[in-house]
Every structure is written in structure tokens, then in C-alpha cells.
């Protein structure tokens, strides 16, 4: 039987370090039973960053709790909680905590087989994967 619907706590999902002390939380996957898209939440410490990267899908990014530079294309923009970002796929990104508290960000990837392309490598994975 397909689910219709689903509860999520956060603290019963498994938490995935990212590096530099930043860590992601899925929270609607296939095993939830989302068929079209995949979210959860970053936790950046305060002066850390992720890698710039890109993913293969459009991706949006609300911005929870703290500021950021959003780099995007080698731009960089200020943002704030409650500011929303949206990317077209393959486009470079990244969130970088220049402030002295957390940052945390919701993301939503527009499918379920949404990879991660590290520019700096090109190391390419299945955002999927990082759970295992």
C-alpha cells in the first residue's frame, strides 16, 4: 500500500555530518513516502560553511534560524531568517555562516534522485546516499 501522508520528528531521523561541524537531517524521503521531492534540515555552526556544489535539480532553501552569505554563481547575497532562495539545477551554491550563532536552513530538492556535485572535486552523489 502507498502512504498518503506522514509525521516526522526530527529526532528520529538520523543526523549526517556534512563536515566542518555542519550536519543534515532528512526528513521526506522515499521512505516516508514522498515520490516527488526530498527535504530536510542543515544546522551550520557559527563561521563554518558547506562546499560549494550543485545539484541536479531545482532546489529551494529556507533560511530557519540566523544569517548567511548565500554564494550563488559567484555571487554573493546577504540573507536572513524567513528569506527563501531558489536555484535552477546545476547551478554552484553555497551558505556560509559569517555571524557568531547557528545557522539553519530547510531545504526541498525537486526530485527524489536529487544529487550533490562538489565543485571542487566533482564528486558527484546521490543525496540519498549520505544517510547510509
Given at each position: 500500500m502507498t502512504a498518503t501522508h506522514a509525521i516526522l520528528t526530527e529526532a528520529q531521523r538520523p543526523r549526517?555530518?556534512?563536515?566542518?561541524?555542519?550536519?543534515?537531517v532528512q526528513m521526506v524521503t522515499p521512505d516516508a513516502g514522498s515520490g516527488a521531492f526530498l527535504n530536510g534540515f542543515t544546522d551550520i555552526p557559527a563561521g563554518a560553511s558547506i562546499p560549494l556544489h550543485l545539484h541536479d535539480c531545482e532546489e529551494s532553501v529556507l533560511i530557519v534560524h540566523g544569517s548567511a552569505v548565500v554564494e550563488i554563481d559567484g555571487t554573493r547575497h546577504d540573507a536572513k531568517a524567513g528569506d527563501v532562495t531558489w536555484?535552477?539545477?546545476?547551478v554552484p551554491h553555497r551558505f556560509i555562516n559569517t555571524s557568531d550563532q547557528p545557522l539553519r536552513i530547510f531545504w526541498t530538492y525537486a526530485s527524489?534522485?536529487?544529487?550533490?556535485?562538489?565543485?571542487?572535486?566533482?564528486?558527484?552523489?546521490?543525496?540519498?546516499?549520505?544517510?547510509r
Amino acid at each position: 500500500m502507498t502512504a498518503t501522508h506522514a509525521i516526522l520528528t526530527e529526532a528520529q531521523r538520523p543526523r549526517i555530518s556534512r563536515g566542518g561541524g555542519a550536519s543534515t537531517v532528512q526528513m521526506v524521503t522515499p521512505d516516508a513516502g514522498s515520490g516527488a521531492f526530498l527535504n530536510g534540515f542543515t544546522d551550520i555552526p557559527a563561521g563554518a560553511s558547506i562546499p560549494l556544489h550543485l545539484h541536479d535539480c531545482e532546489e529551494s532553501v529556507l533560511i530557519v534560524h540566523g544569517s548567511a552569505v548565500v554564494e550563488i554563481d559567484g555571487t554573493r547575497h546577504d540573507a536572513k531568517a524567513g528569506d527563501v532562495t531558489w536555484l535552477a539545477a546545476n547551478v554552484p551554491h553555497r551558505f556560509i555562516n559569517t555571524s557568531d550563532q547557528p545557522l539553519r536552513i530547510f531545504w526541498t530538492y525537486a526530485s527524489t534522485a536529487a544529487t550533490r556535485t562538489l565543485v571542487e572535486t566533482g564528486e558527484t552523489a546521490p543525496i540519498l546516499a549520505e544517510a547510509r
